[in-house]
């Protein structure tokens, strides 16, 4: 990592758009399954400890209010960072969703975030691809 994020960064992440795939089954309707194109309204801050290996995801969706991984009672885990300048970390909802959220073409001030989702749920089975911009700063 650069010097320049000795103690931390922080990547502050708008909308997201992208495409998903729903199952049939829970609240999809038979034949009502496929592919869609899929949208959030929202914030996603992701702060990394350099030092420690630390991660902290906060999000804010359409209705403001802000969340953390933990306190909706999932993990989150720094779980590589390439020598391209992508950072990856993995989040995980016991038993129900996994995320995997890259942020790639880091430059000093932005970054793209590329933002997967496979969730596993009785109300609904489905993946997202999503990707949003973000500014990139110390913490």
């Known amino acids: 990592h650069s010097a320049a994020w000795a103690d931390g960064i922080q990547a502050q992440c708008g909308d ?33 400890d350099t030092d420690t290996g630390e991660v902290d995801v906060r999000f804010k969706d359409a209705s403001k209010v ?15 960072a390439a020598d391209t300048g992508s950072i990856m970390i993995v989040v995980g909802y016991a038993g129900v969703t996994v995320e995997v959220l890259t ?29 949003a911009q973000c500014v990139m700063s110390k913490y």
């Open 16 to 48: 997201e758009t992208g495409m998903a795939f729903a199952a049939e089954g829970g609240v999809v309707q038979k034949g009502k399954g496929g592919w869609y194109d899929d949208k959030t309204t929202g914030e996603t801050v992701i702060r990394l």
């Open 66 to 80: 802000w969340q953390s991984v933990t306190d909706a009672g999932g993990k989150a885990t720094l779980w590589g």
């Open 103 to 131: 942020l790639s073409e880091i430059k000093s001030t932005t970054a793209t975030l590329i933002h997967t989702v496979s969730r596993n749920a009785d109300v609904m089975t489905n993946s997202r691809v999503m990707v």
